[in-house]
């Protein structure tokens, strides 16, 4: 098979991207079990919730999925490059499918509950990684950053549609164990699309010398040269640090409305200018700028995710403010212009772990930011502090705007062959 486009030729298509079938197929499964990811968490939170009246464990419900991808990504990430593909994502969403059963008809007690998720989130690096290089070795060039630009927008929508379908579950089916057996199916759904429509492709050949490393071993390794090479590092934090300076901000939203004095329910609706901002960058930035405008527009774009959070400092209106989250959520696009550095500086034999090792690091700052930023609020005041993690988001843009000064890792000229 052909390529879709070769590095920085022309400005790809979402429609010349969709048309690949790998893709499609991963882009569809990946929607469904994001949304019945989104469905099983709130199910959990509710459940929990209801059955102890306690908000901290209703709270670690929401989140202990979160930090153990850390764990994982460090232990057991280069399984998403020793084993075939196919037989990894498969199991990632049969896992998935087998924990929401038991979540849903066997009475644990809470604790066994998110000790049962936490597990299961140690190996979620391993999955998103074994998709994320199929990804990135079937789409080159533009295409691939226009299939990330796809994929974001997608986990947004079905993040949205998930929580909101939980909550219409719940309500419709009566009880939370029902809403946790929806996503069951939606998680089968996509295991049996992956094993009946995937094809098999190889696993990537180990590097010399590494065989017969055990896993965490080979993990570990992988992870220290990842970590050791400058322009990966650099593009990692890059990736990293500002997503972790906005949630930190968006955490204090509704200390922040409440301080303010804005109405109430306006905290809701300032939130949800967030995603609709990112999703609307996305789509403009990806579909009508030119791929090098892009990256030079990287540095640009996270100033534009900082900088209007830092404006929430000054005393605006609701509608400002509105739409000061708005511009912030658009600016998240500075990632577009990144992907293609990324995947370049990567060793082919590591894709897999590294896109494993990137998803962890964001889950996991993403989960730092709001700690941080609400302790700083404590002393602060909640206005403070936002406005303080945007001028941080915004102050970003120096990691971005620094360029590799060594040429790229060689990259595959073809698709897996087979």
Same mark, same amino acid.
């Given at each position: 098979?052909?390529?879709l486009?070769?590095?920085?030729?022309?400005?790809?298509?979402?429609?010349?991207?969709?048309?690949?079938?790998?893709?499609?197929?991963?882009?569809v499964?990946?929607?469904?079990?994001?949304?019945?990811?989104s469905?099983?968490?709130?199910?959990?939170?509710?459940?929990?919730?209801?059955?102890?009246?306690?908000?901290?464990?209703?709270?670690?419900?929401?989140?202990?999925?979160?930090?153990? *991808?850390?764990?994982?990504?460090?232990?057991?990430?280069?399984?998403?490059?020793?084993?075939?593909?196919?037989?990894v994502?498969?199991?990632?969403?049969?896992?998935?499918?087998?924990?929401?059963?038991l979540?849903?008809?066997?009475?644990?007690?809470?604790?066994?509950?998110?000790?049962?998720?936490?597990?299961?989130?140690?190996f &979620?690096?391993?999955?998103?990684?074994?998709?994320?290089?199929?990804?990135?070795?079937?789409?080159?060039?533009?295409?691939?950053?226009?299939?990330?630009a796809?994929?974001?927008?997608?986990?947004?929508?079905? *993040?949205?549609?998930?929580?909101?379908?939980?909550?219409?579950?719940?309500?419709?089916?009566?009880?939370?164990?029902?809403?946790?057996?929806?996503?069951?199916?939606?998680?089968?759904?996509?295991?049996?699309?992956?094993?009946l429509?995937?094809?098999?492709?190889?696993?990537?050949?180990? !590097?010399?010398?590494?065989?017969?490393?055990?896993?965490?071993?080979?993990?570990?390794?992988?992870?220290?040269?990842?970590? #050791?090479?400058?322009? &990966?590092?650099?593009?990692?934090?890059?990736?990293?640090?500002?997503?972790?300076?906005?949630?930190?901000?968006?955490?204090?939203?509704?200390?922040?409305?409440?301080?303010?004095?804005?109405?109430?329910?306006?905290?809701?609706?300032?939130?949800?200018?967030?995603? &609709?901002?990112?999703?609307a960058?996305?789509?403009v930035?990806?579909?009508?700028?030119?791929?090098?405008?892009?990256?030079?527009?990287?540095?640009?774009?996270?100033?534009?995710?900082?900088l209007?959070? !830092?404006?929430?400092?000054?005393?605006?209106?609701?509608?400002?403010? #509105?739409?000061?989250?708005?511009?912030?959520?658009?600016?998240?696009?500075?990632t577009?212009?990144? *992907?293609?550095?990324f995947?370049?500086?990567?060793p082919?034999?590591?894709?897999? *772990?590294?896109?494993?090792v990137?998803?962890?690091?964001?889950?996991?700052?993403?989960?730092?930011?709001?700690?941080?930023?609400?302790?700083?609020?404590?002393?602060?005041?909640?206005?403070?502090?936002? @406005?303080?993690a945007?001028?941080?988001?915004?102050?970003? @843009?120096?990691?971005?705007?620094?360029?590799?000064?060594?040429?790229? !890792?060689?990259?595959?000229?073809?698709?897996?062959?087979g």
């Open positions: 098979m052909t390529t486009l070769e590095p920085a030729v022309r400005r790809a298509t979402y429609r010349e991207v969709l048309a690949d079938p790998l893709y499609r197929l991963l882009f499964t990946r929607s469904l079990a994001i949304a019945a990811d469905l099983r968490i709130l199910a959990l939170s509710v459940l929990i919730y209801t059955t102890t009246s306690s908000p901290l464990l209703g709270a670690l419900a929401f989140g202990a999925g979160f930090l153990p *991808q850390l764990v994982g990504s460090t232990l057991f990430g280069s399984l998403a490059d020793r084993v075939r593909p196919r037989f994502i498969f199991l990632g969403y049969a896992v998935e499918c087998v924990s929401a059963v979540l849903a008809t066997v009475p644990l007690p809470a604790w066994a509950c998110l000790v049962l998720v936490a597990v299961i989130a140690t &979620v690096p391993v999955f998103g990684g074994a998709s994320a290089r199929v990804i990135a070795e079937t789409l080159t060039g533009d295409a691939y950053v226009l299939g990330r796809l994929s974001s927008m997608s986990s947004s929508a079905a *993040q949205l549609v998930g929580l909101a379908g939980g909550g219409a579950a719940i309500a419709a089916l009566g009880s939370p164990q029902h809403a946790l057996g929806v996503s069951a199916v939606l998680h089968a759904i996509s295991a049996i699309i992956i094993r429509r995937m094809p098999n492709l190889p696993a990537v050949p180990a !590097a010399e010398g590494s065989t017969g490393n055990s896993v965490m071993k080979h993990s570990w390794r992988a992870n220290r040269t990842l970590l #050791a090479d400058w322009a &990966v590092r650099r593009l990692m934090f890059a990736q990293w640090l500002p997503p972790a300076f906005s949630v930190g901000a968006e955490g204090l939203l509704v200390a922040y409305a409440g301080e303010r004095g804005f109405p109430a329910g306006a905290a809701g609706y300032l939130m949800a200018c967030l995603p &609709v901002g990112m999703f960058g996305d789509l930035v990806g579909r009508f700028v030119a791929p090098r405008t892009r990256e030079r527009l990287a540095a640009p774009l996270v100033v534009l995710l900082g209007p959070l !830092a404006l929430l400092g000054f005393a605006v209106p609701v509608p400002v403010a #509105a739409a000061l989250l708005f511009l912030s959520g658009a600016g998240f696009a500075y577009l212009g990144l *992907q293609r550095s995947v370049d500086a990567l082919e034999a590591m894709r897999g *772990q590294a896109f494993g990137l998803g962890s690091g964001m889950m996991t700052a993403q989960g730092l930011g709001p700690a941080v930023f609400g302790a700083i609020a404590l002393a602060t005041g909640a206005t403070a502090a936002v @406005a303080l945007g001028a941080a988001a915004a102050g970003c @843009a120096v990691i971005v705007s620094v360029r590799r000064t060594r040429p790229p !890792a060689a990259r595959r000229s073809s698709r897996y062959p």
